[in-house]
């Protein structure tokens, strides 16, 4: 099973609301990132989970909050986005650092 | 941290038709992966490269590493409206870091 899952598949929210995205994953991997994509671009690294504990936080505006409860759960709290954060939210996982990392399918996010 | 330049951007072809589509660098890759990445989905890991001269086939898709490493092409035979997608070469991450390097990615559109 080489599968992550993300929900929700499409969310929509005010600038004033709180929400957060989900990622799952049941390989045992032991490393878990959030990318964001905007339309027409590759990823971007905005966070890297190793072991449970944050590892890289690539100068992500606060309003982004990231969690990860346990070592196959990674989740996205966010809070007073604006309408530029609009993207296609990406989660990931590898084994370790240097290993092959699987995606999956994304969240749309749309702030109006 | 390495530039990837992909060429073409952007590729519109028939169905039927062959095309190639390539990732460079000034430096030398230790390896380099090909993805796929469906409208609304997240990237799907096709192949990794890892000796220069190496090529991989994979159905219908070659995928050929540089004798010195410093760039990679992906030839797709008799197009099909399924290989619609943007194709993206990275490089994965070195020992002790978790970045992987995405070059901008080639969108692809074949026309039935």
């Known amino acids: 099973d080489t599968e992550v899952t993300q929900t929700p598949k499409h969310l929509v929210m005010g600038m004033t609301n709180k929400k957060s995205l989900k990622c799952e994953q049941h390989m045992g991997h032991r490393a878990m990132y959030w990318y964001k994509q905007k339309a027409k671009k590759p990823p971007e690294l905005m966070f890297v989970?190793?072991?449970?504990?944050?590892?890289i936080n690539e100068s992500v505006p606060s309003r982004f909050s990231p969690e990860c409860p346990n070592s196959s759960l990674l989740n996205l709290h966010l809070h007073a986005l604006q309408p530029e954060d609009s993207a296609l939210y990406l989660c990931?996982?590898?084994?370790?650092?240097?290993?092959?990392?699987?995606f999956g399918p994304g969240t749309r996010l749309t702030v109006l | 941290t390495q530039l990837l330049e992909q060429s073409p951007q952007f590729l519109s072809i028939q169905e039927g038709e062959n095309l190639t589509v390539y990732c460079n660098s000034s430096?030398?890759?230790?390896?380099l992966q090909w993805y796929r990445q469906e409208p609304g989905e997240g990237p799907v890991l096709l192949v990794t490269?890892?000796?220069?001269?190496e090529v991989k086939k994979l159905k219908r898709l070659t995928f050929q590493f540089g004798d010195a490493r410093k760039d990679s092409s992906l030839h797709i035979t008799a197009a099909q409206p399924g290989d619609t997608g943007l194709y993206l070469c990275?490089?994965?991450?070195?020992?002790?870091?978790?970045?992987?390097?995405f070059g901008k990615g080639t969108k692809l559109s074949v026309i039935p």
């Open positions: 989970y190793s072991y449970e504990k944050l590892s």
């Open positions: 990931a996982s590898s084994q370790q650092g240097t290993d092959t990392q699987y």
């Open positions: 430096s030398v890759f230790s390896s």
């Open positions: 990275a490089e994965p991450p070195g020992a002790g870091s978790y970045q992987l390097t």
């Open positions: 490269v890892v000796t220069g001269g």
